[in-house]
Structure formats: structure tokens, C-alpha cells
């Protein structure tokens, strides 16, 4: 079981960092992304992170200001989302696959997902 926390409504380049904690498995091999759905629309890659840090992903939209980052000893998946911008209002998703992927933008290529945690950004 995946749940985020995290979210909530702040000014536009405001900062928030949201969380993803597993339960009942380990993420540690793991690789783990997170998605973002805003109403009517589809759900979006927003970043991700393999299993050993080496190697984080992010699109253009968000490149420069989101940071992917895990501390597998916790057992956790952070999203530091900085300068963030009134676009960014969605519901954002955690996701875990145990796969190696070579798209890690596809969301059915992952196995679990959290259930969501709403980011409002006010202009």
C-alpha cells in the first residue's frame, strides 16, 4: 500500500513536499514515479526514480523545479516541488513498479499507486 501525504494549497511560487510511505512491501528495489491528474484531463508523468538513485526523470514541464528523491530506509518517496505555478494544481499520485523500465512516463507500467493527494496552487 502506497499513501502520499503532503498536499494542500499554497501561493503561486510557493514550495511543498509531498511523501509517499509503503506499507507491507519493500520499495527498496523498486523503481517509483509520480503522476498528476488535474480535472478533466489525463493523468500526467510529473518524475521518477530508480531503485538506486542513480538515475531520476523528469519532464520539461516541471525539470528545474520538482526534485525525485527516496530514502529506502524509510521507506519512502519524497516529491519536492519548488516555484510552483497555478498549472500545477492537480491530484498527484505515487506509483511503484518492481519492472525495469524504459519509459518511465507510461503510467500502466506501474503495478501500484497511491490514492492521490490534492496540490492547489493560487494565482
Known amino acids: 500500500q502506497l499513501v502520499e501525504s503532503g498536499g494542500g494549497l499554497v501561493q503561486a511560487g510557493g514550495s511543498l513536499r509531498l511523501s509517499c510511505a509503503a506499507s507491507?512491501?519493500?520499495?527498496?528495489?523498486?523503481?517509483m514515479g509520480w503522476f498528476r491528474q488535474a480535472p478533466g484531463k489525463e493523468r500526467e508523468f510529473v518524475a521518477a526514480i530508480t531503485w538506486s538513485s542513480s538515475i531520476t526523470y523528469y519532464p520539461d514541464s516541471v525539470k528545474g523545479r520538482f526534485t525525485i528523491s527516496r530514502d529506502n530506509a524509510k521507506n519512502t518517496v519524497y516529491l519536492q516541488m519548488n516555484s510552483l505555478k497555478p498549472e500545477d494544481t492537480a491530484v498527484y499520485y505515487c506509483?511503484?513498479?518492481?519492472?525495469?523500465?524504459?519509459?518511465?512516463?507510461?503510467?500502466?507500467?506501474?503495478?501500484?499507486w497511491g490514492q492521490g493527494t490534492q496540490v492547489t496552487v493560487s494565482s
Open positions: 506509483a511503484a513498479t518492481p519492472q525495469t523500465l524504459t519509459n518511465y512516463d507510461i503510467s500502466r507500467l506501474y503495478a501500484y
Open positions: 507491507g512491501r519493500t520499495l527498496s528495489s523498486y523503481v
